[in-house]
């Protein structure tokens, strides 16, 4: 069949003919008449071609419209959540929330079909943890020297403390010297009165490292006169090179020696015999009291009645958290007065800039946007949620459009009545080990931040099995928040999902000596055989994506827990 295109050309030539034919006189009346007549009709069949061409783009136009209009009136099944931020409200006497019906993409119930299993993954059973001292680590009757003692001052909230007791016990064995038990801060933001023993077992502490380090509860009299320990400070992060010359000749002279606002005082990188004995304490000799035990468990329990699994969500959205990183999250004056206020808590923090710390991933997300990566994610409506929290800025209408996505929402306080949670409401380190127990024993652990906690559970968790832990990439979905009122809901999803390779607490996703030691402690990692199945590709991408991760982490302030940091850097 000839083409529009074709007869276009035969037309040009045929026109371009007629004028040479008439500018030179040269043909008959009749040829003129006949090419005239030929011209006629080529036009006529064009205007038929045309009509058609037309006729078929209207009617594809008319297809189009009708579906647009469908998509308005008659929205799919499974969009029965629609998503427009800071348009939702709490209905009174109940937890729900209303949605405009004019946004711009549909968030699905259902989280949808990711092709594995979300609670779990394939590789965890080739990888557990290893801490048993060797055959060349000296024990702690040969190692210790008599007369020696080391005591702590830790500082901080719980899991900060938590660093300065692992890291204690280290500093004890590069000394040669009989460790104190550490004395908790009491002073610190969350004005906790709790000693050592009320929050963690001091005699399993004791008995389960009896072969590393001597340890003792108290300091014994000189004689008939009290120890006057020495106080210093070492410098962050200190290796044992610098204990030795530091600490070591004050500790001769004196023989007791206090270190004070310990934590993250010890190297991030040590020998391997030095680094399973942190894991040995972290993991093993560190076990909360009874009554905190048996709360945690039944707090536990009472998860696994209401579903087979659920997820635990450290959110890290208070007012001081807030205060401290210098975010700011579109509150206006208010916002801006009230985190100021805040702010002004700590004298050495310079002016924020707001915009380039939540650029640089260095600001929790909102709750309605870690609702939203976790739907992106695959967990659907009908998933348990169980939120690690203090109180939330913005309270419940901050709260409110991720209880609209996640409706089965819980915390210790849903979960547990008052007279159960009395013995330890007072005291903040106590609740902290609660939500601390219900985190690690909990399928999917998420946090909103990079902060002590969140760090310590994604050790714990890679240690015991490597069940998953994931973070958000927060300078990737920083980015995607931004835009999401722009794209398809399935292009938001599939962007989430590819933006947390390597997010997600995978095994292998993040390279040895990456991070804080006590988020990877690769050297406590053993593989089991049958590694060889995983698949060599995805590991690749998982390290490419840590890798990326690592080089927007900035432990020394991005959790509320280093109060002291700045100061602290600056006495140092």
């Not at 490292?209 to 120890?227: F, N």
């Not at 959205?317 to 509150?331: I, K, N, T, V, W």
């Not at 020394?556 to 109060?563: E, G, Q, R």
């Amino acid at each position: 069949m000839t083409t529009l295109k074709e007869l276009k050309k035969l037309f040009f030539s045929l026109k371009i003919r007629r004028k040479k034919s008439e500018r030179n006189n040269n043909t008959t009346t009749i040829h003129l008449h006949g090419s005239n007549g030929f011209y006629i009709g080529l036009k006529l069949i064009l205007w038929r071609k045309r009509r058609r061409v037309f006729s078929f783009i209207s009617a594809i136009s008319g297809c189009l419209l009708l579906l647009l209009l469908s998509s308005v009136y008659f929205p799919p099944p499974t969009a029965n959540n629609l998503f427009l931020p800071r348009h939702s409200s709490v209905v009174k006497g109940r937890e729900a929330l209303e949605y405009n019906f004019e946004a711009m993409f549909q968030v699905p119930a259902s989280g949808g079909n990711l092709g594995r299993d979300l609670w779990s993954w394939s590789q965890s059973t080739f990888y557990y943890g290893c801490s048993n001292a060797s055959k060349t680590f000296q024990t702690a009757d040969i190692k210790t020297l008599p007369d020696r003692y080391l005591l702590i001052a830790t500082s901080g909230g719980l899991n900060q403390q938590r660093t300065g007791i692992i890291d204690a016990v280290v500093a004890a064995y590069i000394l040669n010297a009989t460790l104190v038990i550490p004395r908790l801060d009491q002073q610190s933001y969350w004005k906790d009165t709790s000693c050592f023993a009320e929050i963690f077992d001091v005699n399993w502490f004791i008995s389960y490292l009896s072969r590393d380090v001597e340890i003792i509860k108290e300091l014994p009299p000189k004689g008939c006169k009290a120890w006057i320990p020495r106080t210093i400070r070492v410098p962050r992060k200190c290796d044992p090179t610098c204990y030795e010359t530091r600490v070591l000749p004050v500790l001769n002279r004196t023989q007791a020696v206090e270190l004070t606002k310990f934590d993250y005082r010890l190297s991030n990188r040590l020998d391997t015999e030095l680094q399973k004995l942190r894991c040995r304490v972290n993991y093993h000799a560190l076990r909360f009291t009874d009554p905190i035990l048996k709360m945690g468990k039944l707090l536990v329990e009472r998860m696994k009645t209401k579903a087979k699994h659920f997820i635990a969500l450290h959110l890290r959205f208070e007012p001081d958290m807030l205060a401290f990183s210098g975010c700011y999250y579109g509150g206006g004056d208010k916002e801006r007065a009230e985190l100021g206020a805040i702010r002004k808590r700590w004298k050495t923090l310079h002016a924020s800039n707001p915009e380039k710390v939540r650029r640089n991933g260095k600001c929790p997300l909102t709750p309605e946007e870690v609702g939203l990566m976790l739907r992106a994610l695959g967990f659907g409506s009908d998933v348990h949620v169980y939120v690690a929290s203090g109180d939330v800025y913005g309270g419940e209408e901050s709260l409110a459009p991720l209880k609209g996505l996640f409706p089965n929402f819980h915390s210790k306080q849903t979960i547990a009545t008052k007279e159960e949670l009395a013995q330890f409401s007072s005291f903040s380190g106590r609740m902290a080990a609660l939500d601390y127990i219900v985190c690690d024993q909990t399928d999917v652990f998420v946090a909103n931040n990079n902060g002590n906690m969140a760090r310590m559970l994604a050790g714990r968790r890679r240690y015991f099995g490597h069940k998953p832990a994931i973070r958000p990439n927060a300078k990737k979905l920083y980015k995607l928040f931004l835009g999401r009122n722009n794209m398809t809901w399935e292009e938001f999803s599939s962007r989430v999902r590819t933006y947390q390779i390597g997010f997600m607490g995978e095994p292998n996703e993040m390279k040895p000596g990456k991070g804080e030691f006590h988020e990877n402690p690769d050297s406590c990692l053993c593989q089991a055989k049958g590694i060889e199945t995983f698949e060599e590709k995805n590991r690749k991408d998982a390290v490419k994506m840590s890798d990326e991760y690592q080089s927007i982490e900035d432990p020394d302030w991005i959790d509320v827990d280093y109060l002291y940091k700045i100061e602290e850097f600056m006495s140092d």
